[in-house]
């Protein structure tokens, strides 16, 4: 049926909020283009009744309006169709069908699915409305997103407003108690007066789309309640809670590194967060690790205490209670950036601190000598002890080899995996990544005193990158051939399956889950094309051209920091087994206890053993909407509770943070593709060359990688599974642009420069 927005009763709410809204509009007078409203798709009577009133002169936009769209809970931003300039009859009617049938896109049936729980098609209609050949287009809140207190605020471009809802233009904006050099404080005054009509009769905060033409005429052309402003009090609430908990439960000075264990700083669901926090307590892996190693270890912290903090809903090691695990009480701190180093502070000098001087510098020294000296061994007992763990701990990747386990032998072994996994398996993990870390100290420093800084990074990110080849690379290497190649889809999974995006959190499903969805559809001969794009470098070769003594130096340097690197590699994969099977097991404990998708995770080990439905309910749904929550906040890779609270009380400096850290060489243009959920990457509407811009990736992310033509990530220094990846797969990568998955709202077009770490937006 066709309804004019006049026509339209109102009490038939059931078209969408787009139409609803704009026949409401139009019934309380406001100035809306003209249009109407299609239920179904129209006969060819009621496309010739469309046809005779919009006249032989039309031009007009022809938007979706699904049922649930446009509503306080759901926008639906962008899932369905809109079409803009519509000038002849087979434009309409294709652009009509069109917007019928977005409702079936994946994208749509994706958001349904996430937010709706079920992909189940809702009834769609259609905006059939004058188009407005806009001069000004944009937004206006009626409560500023953002901070409620600050009044309404309006955004604008030149141009029609499509532009600045998809992201691809940055608007200006003008604040309640601002104005502006292109808009009239009187159109200005028309909106804000249109504004409060809508919250007057619907109680709501608005945000409303408008456009000014070239005669200055103002027209509204949608009006929706605030998505989630219920969570804009709640997100400072939460916040303000978050500092105070800091404030009450660490030292002022308190400094916080996100970066050195990038992947862990996510944020974790509940149960993961508890078992890699355990891992970080005293007898557990780390402590073994800085034992073995030769450092002194957790043994004056407290047990139960961990090194690894929750902070805002996402894991930072604590850099202030790190430094003495090493060598003891010392005037120094640990500072991570550029490089993991010791910085010397006056203040620190206390009675302890003089009277252990001379004990801490003796360990100091024998702890340097002894790495040094026993790299090469603890690389040989490494390798011989992974041999050992990959035959004791290997794991079927089988989703259901805990449905007939009785529910005592489940919770047993839930136990036992936890204190095996925590204690021991993680041991020699974290002796690479603190041997990888020295190793590459001693080369940077070799190479500077050839060359210069700047030199010594840029070999070492070439060196890295094209002179090893790691286990991951050659897991991406399996994954293209596998989607060029289906019947090699299975073996790939027997292999690989235990891994996945977002891995490092039991939360994210693993590759044997998604079966063939995890694989794209790609021609042998494009494969073919591209499999040796990657080019391989004689790093050895390359010193020995060196003109200096040194050069034999470095080549043992290299050598050990190649091992250490591709050790490292195999030594998570082989983790990452077991590791998996943390998440079946979860999985089995939520059906038993009919819990929705995936709540069990946000329970952790004492209270998933002692399971109280009544109890426990109320308490996972805060603890998923905090999670939610805290994902507006972000912090630099090394923060502490002074740069937290400038943050939240906006007291940061202000720029534009698009120079970060070249962490994978290279130059490349694109447009900016933003992923915060790397499971729905098959869902996404690829551009011709994007940059794929995330918080933080692992190498699960390989699908992704293998698509992309550069990465931007918040998190990730050069020697993070994100930069190497990068470096083998040869895509130019930034870390280091803070806020990047907020800031960017996709579809920008940027240069990437992955040499400097230079993001500029064109």
């Not at 509009?25 to 129209?42: C, H, N, S, W, Y």
């Not at 022809?62 to 049922?67: E, F, I, M, P, Q």
């Not at 072994?413 to 020699?428: A, P, Q």
């Not at 286990?471 to 019947?487: D, V």
Request: with cysteine; glycine share 6%; proline share 4%.
């Amino acid at each position: 049926m066709i309804y004019s927005f006049s026509s339209l009763p109102e009490e038939k709410t059931e078209v969408g909020g787009k139409a609803y809204m704009l026949a409401m509009m139009t019934q309380m007078g406001i100035r809306v283009p003209e249009g109407f409203i299609l239920d179904a798709k129209p006969s060819q009577e009621e496309l010739a009744t469309i046809y005779q009133t919009l006249g032989d002169q039309f031009c007009v936009a022809v938007r979706s309006s699904a049922t649930g769209e446009d509503s306080k809970e759901h926008s639906f931003a962008g899932q369905n169709s809109t079409f803009l300039f519509i000038r002849n009859q087979e434009d309409l009617v294709t652009a009509i069908n069109n917007c019928f049938d977005s409702i079936l896109k994946e994208s749509s049936t994706t958001y349904r699915k996430h937010f709706l729980g079920s992909a189940k098609a809702v009834p769609m209609n259609v905006v059939i409305q004058q188009m407005i050949d806009a001069k000004y287009a944009g937004v206006f809140f009626t409560k500023d997103p953002r901070d409620e207190d600050k009044g309404w605020l309006l955004e604008y471009i030149n141009g029609v407003g499509e532009d600045l809802v998809s992201g691809k233009k940055t608007p200006k904006q003008i604040h309640e108690n601002s104005g502006s050099d292109d808009i009239k404080p009187e159109q200005v005054e028309e909106i804000v007066i249109v504004s409060r009509q809508l919250e007057a009769k619907y109680h709501q905060d608005f945000d409303i789309e408008w456009a000014i033409d070239d005669k200055g005429v103002v027209y509204l052309l949608q009006a929706r309640p605030i998505t989630a402003k219920n969570s804009i009090s709640q997100i400072k609430k939460f916040g303000l809670e978050e500092l105070e908990r800091l404030k009450t439960h660490y030292s002022k000075d308190t400094t916080w590194d996100g970066q050195t264990f990038a992947e862990l700083s996510i944020n974790p669901s509940i149960f993961s967060s508890e078992l890699w926090s355990d891992s970080f307590k005293k007898n557990a892996a780390f402590d073994k690790a800085l034992q073995k190693i030769g450092y002194l270890g957790f043994r004056d912290m407290k047990e139960g205490e961990s090194i690894l903090d929750n902070v805002f809903g996402k894991n930072y090691v604590n850099l202030t209670r790190l430094a003495p695990l090493y060598f003891g009480p010392m005037p120094y701190s640990i500072e991570p950036l550029p490089r993991p180093h010791l910085k010397f502070h006056v203040s620190k000098i206390n009675l302890k601190t003089i009277l252990y001087t001379p004990k801490t510098v003796f360990k100091m020294v024998s702890a340097g000598l002894s790495v040094n000296t026993h790299r090469k061994e603890f690389i040989n007992l490494a390798s011989k002890d992974l041999i050992s763990f990959s035959t004791v701990m290997d794991r079927p990747n089988d989703l259901s080899y805990y449905q007939s386990w009785s529910d005592d032998d489940l919770k047993g072994r839930l136990l036992k995996e936890m204190i095996v996994f925590t204690r021991d398996t993680l041991v020699w993990p974290y002796i690479l990544i603190s041997l990888t870390e020295t190793t590459i100290q001693t080369l940077h420093s070799l190479l500077a005193n050839i060359f210069n800084d700047q030199k010594a990074a840029e070999l070492i990110r070439q060196w890295t990158g094209n002179g090893i080849r790691t286990e991951t690379f050659e897991m991406g290497r399996y994954f293209k051939k596998a989607c060029a190649k289906p019947e090699l889809r299975g073996m790939f999974l027997e292999k690989y399956g235990h891994r996945g995006p977002g891995e490092l959190d039991l939360i994210s499903r693993r590759w044997i889950e998604l079966g063939e969805d995890a694989f794209y559809d790609l021609s042998v001969e494009d494969y073919e094309k591209g499999k040796n794009n990657h080019t391989f470098i004689d790093v050895e070769d390359e010193i020995n051209q060196f003109k200096t003594f040194k050069k034999t130096l470095v080549l043992e340097e290299w050598q050990l920091l190649k091992d250490l690197l591709e050790l490292r590699e195999k030594w998570k994969m082989a983790t990452l087994k077991p590791f998996a099977h943390f998440r079946y097991i979860l999985l089995e404990f939520g059906k038993r206890y009919e819990l929705p998708s995936n709540d069990i995770f946000w329970l952790n080990a004492e209270e998933i053993i002692r399971f109280d439905r009544a109890a426990y309910a109320a308490r996972i749904e805060e603890r998923k909407l905090k999670s939610k929550l805290f994902k507006h906040f972000n912090f630099s890779a090394v923060t502490s509770i002074q740069e937290i609270e400038n943050v939240l009380n906006n007291r940061q400096p202000q720029n534009d943070n698009l120079k970060g850290e070249g962490i994978s060489p290279g130059l490349v243009k694109g447009e900016v593709l933003v992923i915060n959920d790397p499971n729905k990457w098959k869902n996404i509407k690829w551009p011709a060359n994007p940059i794929v811009v995330a918080e933080s990736t692992d190498p699960g992310w390989t699908p992704i990688f293998t698509k992309a033509k550069g990465i931007i990530v918040s998190k990730g220094g050069v020697l993070s599974h994100c930069a190497i990846v990068a470096r083998e797969m040869g895509i130019p990568a930034v870390s280091g642009i803070i806020n990047c998955h907020n800031k960017f709202k996709g579809g920008e077009n940027v240069w990437l420069d992955g040499n400097d770490g230079t993001i500029r937006i064109i």
